[in-house]
């Protein structure tokens, strides 16, 4: 059946390996390890009383999930408007369920992400809503994001969380949760968002069979923090903003060397004027003959 989602597990202290959770719309969940790239085991309850309810780990088909390394658990979103979250073990038999993120709406939760930086689980749903829940599953705050959500993904340098709603890429800052960007462009639902930390930027991929790529949102503190801390990039700025007041007509200007040019004809003239303005004026004496 179509695999709808991975999880990586990358902690060997804990679990002597690295491993690679994959799910989808059977409802099953298998355990590889990426060392040997096999598959190592497969999901199964022991109090299942028939086979298939075994195998299976949600009533409904599985759209998401993530992996939270401080938890050590991973939650998996599902079409029964569940999200089940289960503590990991590479042993199938013993991945116990822990609790249920669960709204009181009528709902699908699409996609479940773990917000490593506030230690959160944030869920998105079909209605155009985000969730966000504590380590423990305590309901926490709903966000309107206004569309329905497909994938949620974090930027961890501005502290924002990536929200695909629709065919648009909306980032919300972790503070308040408002909206502090709108990325629009896509034709079709995204299906997915990943941030380049190395190029500050986002990309997305939709079903509109195109990539885009998005310049990341920056706070404005953050622009004149870094402009404050070099003094060159500034110095340069407010010297040519007094080149620029310098020239009348800039847009004659044709090169820089011009500019510079009248700059420093401009100082001249305005040096030369104000030495003649300092020197006396010569009185006019009139003579008449008798």
Same mark, same amino acid.
């Given at each position: 059946?179509?695999?709808?989602s991975?999880?990586?597990?990358?902690?060997?202290?804990s679990?002597?390996?690295?491993?690679?959770?994959?799910?989808?719309?059977?409802?099953?969940?298998?355990?590889?390890?990426?060392?040997?790239?096999?598959?190592?085991?497969?999901?199964?309850?022991?109090?299942?009383?028939?086979?298939?309810?075994?195998?299976?780990?949600?009533?409904?088909?599985?759209?998401?999930?993530?992996?939270s390394p401080?938890l050590?658990?991973?939650?998996?979103?599902?079409?029964?408007?569940?999200?089940?979250v289960?503590?990991?073990?590479?042993?199938?038999?013993?991945?116990?369920?822990?609790?249920?993120?669960?709204?009181?709406?009528?709902s699908?939760?699409t996609?479940?992400?773990?917000n490593?930086?506030?230690?959160?689980w944030?869920?998105?749903?079909?209605?155009g809503?985000?969730?966000?829940?504590?380590?423990?599953?305590e309901? +926490? =705050?709903?966000?309107?994001?206004?569309? $329905?959500? #497909?994938?949620?993904?974090?930027?961890?340098? %501005?502290?924002?969380?990536?929200?695909?709603?629709?065919?648009?890429?909306?980032?919300?800052?972790m503070?308040?949760y408002?909206?502090v960007?709108?990325?629009?462009?896509?034709?079709?639902v995204i299906?997915?968002?990943?941030?380049?930390?190395?190029?500050?930027q986002?990309i997305?991929?939709?079903l509109?069979?195109?990539?885009?790529i998005?310049?990341?949102?920056?706070?404005?503190?953050?622009?004149?923090?870094?402009?404050?801390?070099?003094?060159?990039?500034k110095?340069?700025?407010?010297?040519?903003?007094q080149?620029?007041?310098?020239v009348?007509?800039?847009i004659?200007?044709?090169?820089?060397?011009?500019?510079?040019?009248k700059?420093?004809? +401009? =100082?001249?003239?305005?040096?030369?004027? $104000?030495? #003649?303005?300092?020197?006396?004026?010569?009185? %006019?004496?009139s003579f008449?003959?008798?």
């Open positions: 059946s179509l695999v709808t991975l999880a990586v597990v990358d902690d060997v202290n679990f002597g390996g690295v491993f690679l959770l994959s799910s989808g719309w059977d409802r099953r969940i298998f355990i590889w390890d990426l060392t040997y790239f096999i598959l190592f085991s497969q999901y199964t309850n022991p109090k299942a009383d028939h086979v298939d309810e075994a195998q299976t780990a949600s009533i409904g088909y599985i759209h998401d999930m993530d992996y401080h050590k658990y991973f939650a998996y979103a599902s079409s029964d408007m569940c999200v089940y289960r503590k990991f073990s590479p042993k199938g038999s013993e991945m116990d369920l822990m609790y249920i993120l669960q709204a009181k709406i009528d699908e939760v996609c479940i992400k773990w490593f930086i506030m230690n959160q944030v869920t998105g749903m079909e209605n809503e985000i969730r966000i829940w504590e380590p423990d599953g309901f +926490k =705050q709903a966000i309107n994001v206004r569309g $329905s959500v #497909h994938k949620i993904a974090i930027d961890d340098v %501005q502290k924002a969380l990536l929200i695909g709603t629709q065919d648009t890429l909306k980032v919300f800052d503070e308040e408002t909206c960007q709108t990325n629009e462009g896509h034709t079709d299906r997915d968002i990943l941030f380049i930390p190395e190029r500050n986002y997305t991929v939709s509109d069979h195109t990539m885009r998005w310049n990341a949102w920056s706070p404005e503190p953050f622009r004149k923090k870094v402009a404050d801390v070099d003094p060159k990039i110095f340069s700025e407010d010297l040519w903003e080149i620029r007041n310098c009348k007509n800039s004659e200007v044709e090169d820089a060397n011009s500019i510079v040019d700059y420093f004809q +401009k =100082q001249y003239e305005q040096k030369h004027l $104000s030495i #003649h303005d300092d020197l006396p004026r010569a009185r %006019q004496v008449s003959n008798p």
